[in-house]
């Protein structure tokens, strides 16, 4: 008798093995669209982030050169506001502060927070845990707290107000984001190096110096742009301890808003973002933030 069972089942086995193709094809053509839908899905979110960020500074930056000083539209360019922001010699006069202490602080709380962390990081000190605990209140604690804290502090001192207790405030403030900083550069690496810098006969200054420093190099730039950053944006402390007559750039920039907004200030405002920039490119020109050189 003919053998009918064997083709039955041959044939039965290729519609199974048909099926299943098209139902997994189905399936990863069904994880295709869903992986293209997870990417526009990734890009729009990033998009509206973005968009969320820079398009009120595009608008600031683009009033700047609008002639009305409403705002209104159409928009008529003009560099009228950068003409009167040149005579306008109290604004200059605050900027000019801003950067002073801003420079001061930066330098200052620079290599005193460089040390700081060389300290916690690379020796024993007593006391080590609780160090690295009281980092944290400046940087958790409101500064409306902390310049309340400090005014009384220096009225009661003697310090006073003025440029000089504005530094004291400022490079108290930017200490702990330093110290932070530059200790993570320092555990990124181990002391191999500077041991065998020592065993070779090097003294600890040219061991820091030749192998720390270039090695802590790009932590040091990030942390001075941090320092540097809080410093020149600081509006609480330096409204609590400026004394009659003196006043930094956000203090007068919130004193004009209050006394009536004119692009003036979208025009100054416009310089320090195109000078941060620079700023910013040129220290990532020489240090790339992953820290290579």
């Not at 490079?171 to 070779?200: C, H, K, M, N």
């Not at 320092?227 to 330096?238: E, Y």
């Not at 200030?265 to 020109?285: C, D, Y």
């Amino acid at each position: 008798m003919p053998d009918f069972a064997a083709p039955s089942i041959e044939g039965s086995s290729n519609r199974r093995a048909r099926i299943r193709d098209r139902m997994l094809a189905r399936l990863h053509s069904r994880q295709e669209t869903m992986a293209k839908c997870r990417k526009l899905i990734g890009y729009g979110y990033l998009c509206c982030l973005l968009a969320f960020i820079y398009v009120p500074i595009l608008i600031m930056i683009a009033m700047g050169f609008n002639e009305s000083s409403d705002y209104e539209l159409p928009f008529r360019f003009s560099l009228i506001w950068y003409q009167q922001l040149a005579g306008n010699e109290v604004l200059w006069r605050a900027g000019r502060n801003s950067v002073i202490l801003a420079v001061a602080s930066t330098i200052v709380a620079t290599i005193v927070g460089t040390m700081a962390a060389l300290a916690m990081s690379r020796y024993r000190v007593r006391g080590h845990a609780i160090l690295q605990i009281l980092l944290l209140p400046p940087m958790a604690v409101p500064w409306l707290i902390l310049a309340t804290s400090m005014l009384i502090f220096f009225y009661h001192s003697g310090i006073g107000r003025g440029l000089h207790a504005m530094l004291l405030a400022h490079v108290a403030l930017s200490l702990p984001y330093v110290i932070v900083v530059v200790g993570a550069r320092f555990q990124s690496f181990a002391a191999d190096l500077e041991e065998a810098s020592a065993t070779l006969g090097a003294n600890p200054w040219q061991t820091f110096v030749r192998v720390t420093l270039p090695m802590i190099a790009p932590g040091v730039a990030a942390a001075a742009l941090f320092a540097f950053a809080i410093s020149f944006d600081q509006f609480v402390t330096s409204y609590f301890l400026a004394p009659p007559g003196v006043t930094t750039l956000p203090v007068e920039i919130y004193a004009s808003i209050r006394k009536g907004f004119t692009p003036e200030i979208n025009a100054i405002s416009t310089i320090i973002m195109v000078v941060s920039m620079l700023l910013l490119g040129f220290v990532s020109r020489f240090y790339r933030f992953g820290g290579s050189k």
